[in-house]
């Protein structure tokens, strides 16, 4: 029973996330407003989890048999716990179904973190007194030594030792759960499935406190916003929704961060009219590459070649200029010397990829800011992002009173590009991607944060991921054709001549940007590749979304 490395690649199209806290507040408002008891909806979660997961091990390649080993689920005193032994009965209750002749024993232990008192009366208690009914072992926590052998024996362990209640870092007997948890997972050939959550996660978790290390997580309606925190995300292993549980109009009412696909995003782009010409398709200007990085300026020009400009027109240093441009094809290179040719204005420039941080890019640089001034959306990489501090070193301080920006930009900075730039710890920003959407208000901009999950945040305090989880684009030169594919859906976009300028939205270009790059690496197979590589994939879905 070996392990794989899986991510979350089938996730439902419409999934809003919440933060833990407006998820409570919604449990609240199930019960008081829609006569929907705790008990109930225990009782839904519980047996939905357990179908979703039994679904996913016999479909999946990973944890072949561990349904029929023994299984122990780890319970906390919340509803969470609850969820988690009503799984347990659901798993064992489809064994006796499947089996013949019927196994005995049932070949699994409950592990509580404390026996319900007396008197309670709780969906926990209730499952409780179910499981004992049925002759299944439930035992309370007595330290590491007594609880061991349950430990070493368990083929799957079941993780409700805390959910979305926790308000703080893991202590006492939960903390020793989940260290015996992860011990067990690390050491011993079993697969770990958190409920909701991985135990110990919530708004406040970083990379410093303990948390489950989970190989799936069963992620109850709504989401967890927290599920795709970055610093978080390679905790969850492979996340599975479990829906049906609370009414539609009951999850509509809670607005929260979103989970960013390429089918539905691809959507929210306007697609090329059938009398569409380059012009029509959006002029892209890029200033990019220089000595020693010129292979950045190829890959920012691909990408927006293949999110459909109509015209891509690449500045390059003088030196550079008889190197790259035999070599673009169709895309029209111009050494930076010659450049001021009136004919052609830019419906978007992008800078930064790979340019080098010179003083003559300053001016470029101020250029550029005065047309996203005027309504040319600015995309802004890498070393652009650099110099913007340079030409504001007191952007992201109370002195700078008035936005730099005009609600026409991207930037797309990775952790440690952004943490040189904003100040921020690059943990923070990982496991904090509030702290994003903060920035990006400051500067009144939107931030396409680059990492193994991308956060998309706008000025409005907007957020979405992008769940990537694909170790493949975590190489030097993808973030490049990502800008470009950025420049080249916003400026199409601008010149759209079904296009609204009111409607103009930079959050939904960078979203789709994202979606359609890890898409297009998703086509490319379990293999390495040269980003350049990129450049046929994302083209034959941009082209399938928004051809006519």
Not at 201 to 222: C, K, R
Not at 259 to 276: C, E, G, T
Not at 296 to 323: E, F, H, K, T
Not at 471 to 478: D, Q
């Amino acid at each position: 029973m070996g392990k794989t490395e899986i991510s979350s690649f089938d996730l439902p199209e419409n999934f809003r996330l919440l933060s833990p806290e407006d998820a409570a507040a919604m449990d609240k408002e199930a019960s008081a407003g829609w006569g929907l008891s705790p008990f109930a909806l225990v009782e839904a979660a519980g047996r939905s989890c357990a179908s979703q997961f039994e679904k996913e091990i016999n479909t999946g390649l990973a944890y072949t048999g561990c349904l029929n080993g023994p299984i122990l689920v780890c319970a906390g005193s919340g509803n969470n716990g609850a969820d988690a032994l009503v799984m347990l009965r659901s798993l064992l209750n489809r064994r006796l179904m499947h089996a013949n002749p019927i196994p005995a024993p049932y070949n699994a232990v409950a592990l509580l973190n404390r026996f319900p008192s007396p008197d309670e009366d709780t969906p926990r208690s209730s499952a409780v007194k179910t499981l004992q009914a049925m002759g299944i072992p439930v035992v309370a926590w007595n330290g590491r030594e007594q609880t061991a052998e349950l430990f070493r024996d368990a083929r799957l362990i079941i993780d409700g030792i805390a959910g979305t209640g926790l308000q703080g870092p893991l202590e006492g007997i939960p903390l020793d759960m989940v260290s015996a948890v992860n011990e067990c997972r690390d050491n011993m050939e079993c697969c770990v499935v958190s409920i909701d959550i991985p135990s110990g996660a919530n708004s406040y978790w970083n990379s410093a406190l303990p948390v489950i290390h989970s190989d799936y997580t069963l992620a109850v309606e709504p989401q967890k916003n927290v599920l795709y925190a970055p610093a978080l995300r390679p905790y969850c292993g492979k996340i599975i929704p479990v829906s049906g549980i609370f009414p539609q109009q009951l999850l509509q009412k809670y607005a929260g961060s979103e989970l960013l696909l390429w089918d539905v995003q691809s959507k929210k782009i306007p697609p090329v009219a059938p009398d569409a010409y380059k012009y029509t398709r959006g002029i892209v200007e890029i200033h990019a590459g220089s000595a020693g990085t010129l292979g950045a300026a190829r890959l920012a020009a691909a990408g927006a070649s293949a999110a459909g400009a109509g015209m891509i027109r690449i500045v390059l240093d003088d030196d550079a200029y008889p190197v790259l441009a035999p070599g673009f094809g169709g895309i029209m290179a111009v050494p930076a010397s010659g450049c001021r040719d009136n004919r052609f204005m830019p419906s978007c420039h992008l800078l930064g990829p790979g340019w080098g941080r010179g003083e003559d890019r300053l001016t470029m640089l101020q250029q550029a800011l005065k047309a996203e001034e005027a309504g040319v959306p600015l995309i802004l990489d890498a070393d652009g992002i650099y110099l913007l501090k340079t030409l504001f070193p007191d952007i992201m301080s109370e002195k700078q009173t008035v936005p730099v920006f005009h609600g026409n930009a991207i930037l797309t900075p990775h952790a440690g590009e952004l943490e040189a730039f904003s100040g921020i710890p690059k943990e923070q920003l990982l496991s904090q991607p509030s702290l994003i959407a903060e920035t990006a208000k400051k500067l009144n901009a939107v931030i396409l944060f680059k990492s193994h999950v991308m956060v998309i945040a706008d000025p409005g305090g907007r957020i979405g991921f992008i769940d990537g989880m694909d170790p493949a684009l975590g190489a030097g030169g993808s973030g490049d054709f990502l800008a470009g594919l950025c420049a080249g859906i916003a400026g199409r976009i601008r010149v759209s001549k079904n296009h609204e300028r009111r409607s103009f939205d930079l959050f939904s270009t960078a979203a789709a940007a994202g979606a359609l790059l890890t898409a297009a690496s998703r086509q490319m197979g379990n293999r390495f590749y040269d980003p350049m590589e990129l450049m046929q994939p994302a083209a034959v879905l941009a082209g399938r979304a928004w051809l006519p």
